[in-house]
């Protein structure tokens, strides 16, 4: 009986601060985004070619971890099959954050692209339920000084 | 050229549905799945148990060489149980092939139960609180309409197929919260079945006991018993009629006098006393 009723508040309280941060979180992405993009992050191999540049790794990760009540929907849409819908929009958060990190360093370095933008992700076990690490690398083009 | 990061529409990488729709769509498709699996597995499984003759049951019994009770210095308690077991026994529709051993032990639990092979344990803490040979009777009845209806195989053989299935689901759903919550809900699935099988066990106690004493007097007594001994719970009657594995106590006493109005079985009459030594003779086995 006090097993169920403390499933029940696990599960509300995962699903209410859960969507609570996603919410504010995906808010926030948005704003960002529209200031980061006047420095473009491309996923071409080929620099641009117009003048010289510095160029320099830059990198931004993330590591995310579901909540209890989107780990309990996803184990149960592991019985059904389908889009696990509670941990697209983690990932899509996880993504989006860490191409903004890099953007950061990248701005920090006064670039003006990042280039060759590439993906990676790895599993981390925390516990039982895991954490998931998504890194943006890519090379930031920074214009060298003294060439007009 | 020109390069440019425009800003993606929101929604692309994510689901539309409300979460707590989908998680409401998934979980009552995942109880409906379990409880038909549970049930048509409880049933297959225990029907297929039924076919297990008796005597191989006995002889599973004999080979574990399980020891109920203590036979050696309880005599008189066991015969008395026994012999009034034999008399509710050819009171009752049974096959042939069918028998009953009572087993005593002085142990304090307040607890009877039937297993296979015929054998009935019977504990003193128990027989000690009985008020009259009737609801004796009743208890005695009830388990020996188990064994008649082959419950404790069926139980066990229902009960080993759908743990096989609840395992296997709660596994596919992770090792997390979800298998567990499966897991437990499945387990939940498979008490209506010993729900049923414990109405059915007092319908043809009762009529045992009709059918010995000539009327019912007494025989709720054993069900008052139980809910005096559990005590006040705190689990409301809709939820613990649910989680139960036994029909509630309250339910069993009008069940059974609605039972008993039907069958036009007199609920009054004279209720036979214990014998006179019954006290002592539970003394003996300690």
Same mark, same amino acid.
């Given at each position: 009986?006090?097993?169920?009723? $403390? $499933?029940?508040?696990?599960?509300?309280?995962?699903?209410?601060?859960?969507?609570?941060?996603?919410?504010?979180?995906?808010?926030?992405?948005?704003?960002?985004?529209?200031?980061?993009?006047?420095?473009?992050?491309?996923?071409?191999?080929?620099?641009?070619?117009?003048?010289?540049?510095?160029?320099?790794?830059?990198?931004?990760?993330?590591?995310?971890?579901?909540?209890? $009540?989107?780990?309990?929907?996803?184990?149960?849409?592991?019985?059904?099959?389908?889009?696990?819908?509670?941990?697209?929009?983690?990932?899509?958060?996880?993504?989006?954050?860490?191409?903004?990190?890099?953007?950061?360093?990248?701005?920090?370095?006064?670039?003006?692209?990042?280039?060759?933008?590439? $993906?990676?992700?790895?599993?981390?076990?925390?516990?039982?339920?895991?954490?998931?690490?998504?890194?943006?690398?890519?090379?930031?083009?920074?214009?060298?000084?003294?060439?007009? | 050229? +020109?390069?440019?990061?425009?800003?993606?529409?929101?929604?692309?990488? !994510?689901?539309?549905?409300?979460?707590?729709?989908? =998680?409401?769509?998934?979980? =009552?498709?995942?109880?409906?799945?379990?409880?038909?699996? &549970?049930?048509?597995?409880?049933?297959?499984?225990?029907?297929?148990?039924?076919?297990?003759?008796?005597?191989?049951?006995?002889?599973?019994?004999?080979?574990?060489?399980?020891?109920?009770?203590?036979?050696?210095?309880?005599?008189?308690?066991?015969?008395?149980?026994?012999?009034?077991?034999?008399?509710?026994?050819?009171?009752?529709?049974?096959?042939?092939?069918?028998?009953?051993?009572?087993?005593?032990? %002085?142990?304090? !639990?307040?607890?009877?139960?039937? !297993?296979?092979?015929?054998?009935?344990?019977?504990?003193?803490?128990?027989?000690?609180?009985?008020?009259?040979?009737?609801?004796?009777?009743? #208890?005695?009845?009830?388990?020996?309409?188990?064994?008649?209806?082959?419950?404790?195989?069926?139980?066990?053989?229902?009960? &080993?197929?759908?743990?096989?299935?609840?395992?296997?689901?709660?596994?596919?759903?992770? %090792?997390?919260?979800?298998?567990? #919550?499966?897991?437990?809900?499945?387990?939940? /699935?498979?008490?209506?079945?010993?729900?049923?099988?414990?109405?059915?066990? +007092?319908?043809?106690?009762?009529?045992?006991?009709?059918?010995?004493? /000539?009327? &019912?007097?007494?025989?709720?007594?054993?069900?008052?018993?139980?809910?005096?001994?559990?005590?006040?719970?705190?689990?409301?009657?809709?939820?613990?009629?649910?989680?139960?594995?036994?029909?509630?106590?309250?339910?069993?006493?009008?069940?059974?006098?609605?039972?008993?109005?039907? %069958?036009?079985? %007199?609920?009054?009459?004279?209720?036979?006393?214990?014998?006179?030594?019954?006290?002592?003779?539970?003394?003996?086995?300690?």
């Amino acid at each position: 009986m006090y097993e169920a009723a $403390f $499933f029940l508040l696990l599960l509300l309280l995962g699903y209410g601060f859960g969507r609570l941060a996603e919410r504010r979180h995906f808010a926030r992405l948005v704003v960002r985004e529209r200031e980061m993009n006047t420095l473009p992050a491309i996923a071409s191999r080929y620099p641009p070619t117009d003048r010289a540049y510095a160029q320099h790794l830059v990198g931004g990760n993330v590591v995310v971890s579901s909540d209890y $009540f989107k780990s309990f929907v996803a184990g149960l849409v592991n019985i059904f099959g389908g889009r696990v819908a509670p941990y697209e929009s983690l990932i899509d958060r996880a993504r989006r954050e860490a191409v903004l990190r890099m953007k950061d360093e990248a701005h920090g370095l006064q670039a003006t692209y990042v280039f060759n933008v590439k $993906f990676e992700t790895t599993r981390i076990a925390v516990g039982r339920t895991g954490a998931m690490e998504v890194l943006a690398y890519g090379t930031a083009m920074i214009p060298s000084t003294g060439d007009s | 050229m +020109d390069y440019e990061n425009r800003q993606a529409p929101e929604g692309i990488n !994510t689901d539309a549905e409300h979460p707590l729709r989908l =998680f409401l769509r998934l979980a =009552f498709a995942a109880v409906a799945l379990l409880l038909i699996i &549970v049930l048509v597995l409880q049933f297959s499984g225990g029907w297929l148990a039924k076919r297990i003759p008796f005597r191989t049951e006995q002889a599973i019994i004999e080979k574990m060489g399980i020891d109920f009770g203590d036979e050696a210095d309880s005599a008189e308690i066991l015969d008395y149980l026994n012999s009034l077991a034999q008399r509710l026994l050819t009171n009752m529709p049974r096959r042939e092939s069918l028998d009953v051993v009572v087993h005593y032990s %002085s142990d304090e !639990t307040f607890n009877a139960f039937a !297993t296979i092979g015929g054998n009935l344990l019977f504990y003193r803490g128990l027989l000690e609180r009985i008020p009259h040979e009737n609801a004796l009777a009743m #208890v005695l009845a009830h388990e020996i309409a188990h064994v008649l209806h082959r419950d404790p195989v069926a139980g066990l053989g229902g009960g &080993v197929a759908s743990t096989v299935a609840i395992a296997v689901l709660s596994g596919n759903a992770g %090792s997390g919260v979800a298998g567990k #919550v499966i897991g437990r809900a499945g387990v939940l /699935g498979g008490m209506e079945f010993t729900r049923r099988m414990e109405r059915e066990a +007092d319908r043809a106690g009762l009529a045992a006991v009709a059918a010995v004493y /000539g009327h &019912v007097a007494g025989a709720e007594a054993l069900f008052q018993l139980v809910a005096d001994q559990r005590g006040e719970s705190k689990v409301p009657a809709w939820l613990a009629r649910f989680t139960s594995t036994h029909p509630l106590d309250a339910d069993r006493i009008r069940s059974i006098a609605r039972h008993a109005e039907e %069958s036009g079985w %007199s609920d009054e009459g004279v209720v036979t006393p214990l014998p006179a030594g019954f006290d002592e003779w539970l003394e003996s086995g300690s």
